[in-house]
Every structure is written in C-alpha cells, then in structure tokens.
C-alpha cells in the first residue's frame, strides 16, 4: 500500500509510476475523489462531537443553578442521532477508502527502466559456460519418464492436467535440493529457517498483495476464509504482520521450504510440458526485513544469495532486470535470474529477488522502533533460492549424458548418496 500522504501531495507522479507499470492511473483521481470525501466527513464528525460535549457540560451548569435542561438534552439527542448516522456513511466510505488503497500497486524505483512488458527486460549479464553436447539434448520431461523418476500419466489421473509425481531417485532428488538450498542458506548466509503453515487466511493474503487483486489465481479453500499457500512469502512475511520490531535485530533474514499452489490462470498455452509451469511446486523462499536506508543493499545481497545456489550447482544463468510493465504489483525493483535449457536453447525463470520498499508493511503493518523511539515502516524483500522443481528440470537437462543417465551435481552427492540416476 502506499502511502496515502504521498498520493495527496504528488499525484501526477503517482500516476506516472502507476502508467509506466500498465496499471490505470485513474486510481489515483478516485482516491482523491473518496479521501477529500473520507476527510470531510471526520472533520463534521469531530465538530458535531465537540457541540455535542459542549451542550452536555452546559447540562450540568444549568442543573446547579436550577434552570431546565429540557430542551438542551432533545439537542444532545438529536446531535447524538446524527453522529450515529455520519459514523455509519464513514464506515462505508472507509471500505471504500481501503478497497482503492488496496488496488493502487507499488511505484517503481526510479532507476527501473520504462517498459510494457517482458519483451522490454533487460539482460544484465551472463554467467557460468554453455555445455557443447555431442548429441541432441533432451527435453527434462523426456529425461524423467526414460528413467522412470517423473510419472504424467499417474499424477494426471490423480489430479488432473499440469502436475507431476515424482518416483524413486526423483523423489530423492528433490528432497536432496530443498535440504541442499535450505543449509546452503542457513550455513553460508546466515538465514534463520522456517517452516510456516501450508494454508493462510484472507488478512496474510492482504498483506503481502495477493490479495484482493489476484483472488482468481488463489486456490480458496470452500466455505473458510483460507487459501492454499501461493509462495512461501506469504506466511514467512507475515510473521511480524501487526508487530513493532526493534532496530538493532534489523536485517531479520528468514529461509523457509513450502509447497506451493496457483491456478496460472493467465498461463494458457504456456510451457505446457514438463515441470516448468504447473499448479503445485516446491519452492526454497528467502525473506527479509530491513530498514529502508538499506534496503536496496540487501536487495543485492538476496539475489548474489540465489546466485550463489546456481554457481554451486554449475549451472549457466542469466540475470534479467524487469521494466516497469514487467515489474508485478508489489514490487519497486525485480530482478530473475534464469536458467539455461539446453533442449529449448533458452533460458528460463528459476528466481525472482525483489525490493518491495514499504509497501508490503503498511499493508500488514510492520513496524519498527528506531533508537530514538520513532516507529517507521520497514522494508521487505524476497527471493528464490530457488524453485526446486524448475531446478530439478534444469540439472537433468544440463546434466544429461548420451546413454540417458543423468549425472549428480557434485555438492549434492552427499545428499543423494549417489553420482548418477541410471535407468
């Protein structure tokens, strides 16, 4: 949410911020429009209160010198009536006060670069070298099923069309990455782990700006104010929703493993193969609380931390800035790291690391208390590290030999026990 001062005095820059990321910039006239509304209505309300306590202070000098009172008590009444009916208009304007707040999206940082959408992202840089094959890499899918470690067709009879069940060695080596990720993070940069709830409530959904723009991506569960988790983000970072933190614990750095479930109702046609793109995933989530003066500072440390999962696994990747349009909801900068598909020649989404200011905090309240004893909004940051499923897909197709075997990255043969999936 931003805040509701800067939209009052810089409108045209909030709508500028609000264009450049696609989103309607006439928002901000219909906030205008309810707040000029919303503070009027509390300053006639404030007003008719103190004639109210005015006529009842008078009550009691009338009544001690003896004079009626009658008529002064009908106009307290009357006063009260009225409050009673300007109170009950101000709550409704208050929803509706909230409801544009929640909808506005976050501005983005000023160094983003202005785009429509992700055609207009740009490459960073490239890391890591592209293996030469001497044969025609496969597509992981491909891979999986030849070695009997993904299986489509039973997990579409158990669920339907875009999951996976995972058998054997492929079971194992998704356990090994998300144990591998989760000490990687917790062991070299210092996270403390977290392992949230699978279901969260409307209020956390809010807090993080799933909600309520994007209900109809969110699976609800029927007849409870409960959704199944989108992304780790959302429990870990309402942790401390309502809470005032202390300064001197700031960066809090959390690392949490989940489940997680999305509809991808905008994904139609869209990597419809494999375990790219699919309605359930295992994702490693880092998380972090700062102030906002190093915010950006750690932003930059969150996404060499994501880069850090990908060197040790001896993956080829690409780090992409997102435009304006490219951007997302909530967030003032993104950056996503990509990996490298050798059947597809491309790379693809693995992580995205992103600052998203204060935005996330007024939305769930996070505070913290500075040495001085002012209470300010912190930061909030997340990112990948990484998606598991998409790094299963990726070690197999990076990692594939000719006679079909799949060779284990070496920093998870500890957690495997094995150097190589064989048929």
Known sequence: MLDPNLIRTQPEFVKEGIKNKGSDPGLVDKFLEIDKVRRNLIKEIDELRHQRRALSESI???????????????????LGDKIDGKEHELEEIEKQYKEILLNIPNLPHKSVPVGKDETENVVLRKEGTIRQFSFT?????EIGE??????????????????????????KLERALITFMIDFHVERHGYKEIFPPFLINRDSM????????FAEDMYKIEGEEL??????????????????LNEEDLPIKYVAYTACFRKEAGAAGKDTRGIIRVH?????????????????????ELLDNAEDILRALGLPYQ??????????????MKFDPEVYMPSQEKYVEISSVSNFEDFQARRANIRYRTKDGELKFVH???GSGLAVGRTMAAILENYQNEDGSVTIPMVLQKYTGIDRITK
């Open 60 to 78: 009691g000098k009338k009544l001690r010198k003896g004079e009626p009172v009658e008529g002064i008590r009908e106009e307290v009444r009357l």
């Open 137 to 141: 890499p496969k597509p992981h899918w």
């Open 146 to 171: 030849a070695l009997g470690i993904i299986d489509f067709k039973r997990a579409a009879k158990i669920s339907g069309s875009r999951f996976y069940v995972l058998t054997g060695l492929g079971a």
């Open 206 to 213: 809010i807090g993080t700006g799933q909600l309520p723009k």
């Open 227 to 244: 959704y199944l988790d989108p992304t780790a983000e959302v429990p870990v970072t309402n942790l401390h929703r309502d809470e005032i």
């Open 280 to 300: 359930q995933f295992n994702k490693v989530e880092m998380v972090r609380f700062t102030k906002p003066e190093d915010s950006y500072t750690n932003l930059y």
């Open 319 to 332: 780090i992409k800035m997102m435009c304006t349009g490219d951007l997302g909801f909530t967030a003032a």
């Open 380 to 382: 909030t940051l997340n």
